[in-house]
């Protein structure tokens, strides 16, 4: 079958590919790269994940919660620097298309209306938080709250993302979409 064919090259390549997830450095430099994903848009947050944990599917935890505070990290490192450059920001790097898109029009109302909990559910949804982080900058959110409301949600996202990755081999052998060893 073509799709097993498929399947079976998927771990090799993880392997070679998340070769160093047994070194000491790999979660502090996931976590990096989730706060950068914070400025660079096109960082595969969830696949990083996922690729790290069938890598070494024990620490799928670790690597979960590394990821979670590096989203925080990155979060709050904007909106602070958001809020100190609010206007410079505004008139040098934004549009008046983005501003009256409908992710800052959502993000905007939330953020306004529920603060640290809008914060924490856009985290937590398939929604990109950047938008919303923009605005909690603006708005001069205490930072805590939004360390916190990304934490809360990025927690429940990318340890649940790590989790279902360490799984998802087991089940997939037991119908037959996975290689057995």
Do not use: C
């Not at 979960?64 to 450059?85: C, D, E, K, P, R």
């Not at 708005?139 to 649940?160: A, E, S």
């Amino acid at each position: 079958d073509p799709r097993v064919s498929r399947i079976v090259r998927v771990p090799r390549w993880v392997r070679s590919s998340t070769r160093f997830a047994d070194r000491w450095w790999f979660p502090p430099l996931m976590a990096f790269l989730m706060a950068l994903d914070a400025y660079v848009l096109v960082i595969p947050n969830e696949s990083l994940i996922v690729l790290s944990v069938l890598a070494r599917p024990t620490k799928w935890f670790k690597f979960g919660a590394w990821a979670t505070f590096g989203s925080a990290v990155g979060a709050v490192s904007l909106a602070a620097l958001i809020s100190g450059q609010s206007a410079w920001i505004l008139h040098r790097f934004v549009n008046d298309q983005v501003t009256h898109s409908g992710a800052w029009q959502m993000a905007a109302r939330m953020i306004h209306e529920h603060g640290l909990w809008s914060l924490a559910l856009i985290s937590l949804s398939p929604f990109p938080q950047h938008a919303a982080v923009v605005f909690a900058g603006l708005n001069h959110m205490p930072l805590g709250q939004v360390f916190f409301g990304v934490i809360l949600g990025r927690v429940g996202k990318y340890i649940g993302v790590a989790w279902i990755a360490a799984k998802s081999p087991k089940a997939l052998k037991k119908i037959g979409l996975w290689p057995r060893a």
